[in-house]
């Protein structure tokens, strides 16, 4: 499959749900298929 690639920034205040909706959105986007890759900041700076 030939995919153009996006990405979606959620930006907001700590603990405001971007970490879930992420999440939740991820899982719609794998269900149809497509790869998905969470890069979440807490994460990559440590």
Same mark, same amino acid.
């Given at each position: 499959?030939?995919?153009?690639? /996006?990405? &979606?920034?959620?930006? $907001? ?13 991820? /899982?719609? &986007?794998?269900?149809? $298929? ?13």
């Amino acid at each position: 499959m030939n995919y153009s690639g /996006f990405t &979606l920034w959620f930006t $907001g205040i700590s603990g405001a749900g971007k970490t879930t909706i992420s999440q939740g959105v991820a /899982f719609h &986007l794998k269900t149809r $298929g497509f790869p998905v890759e969470i890069l979440d900041g807490d994460v990559v700076r440590t």
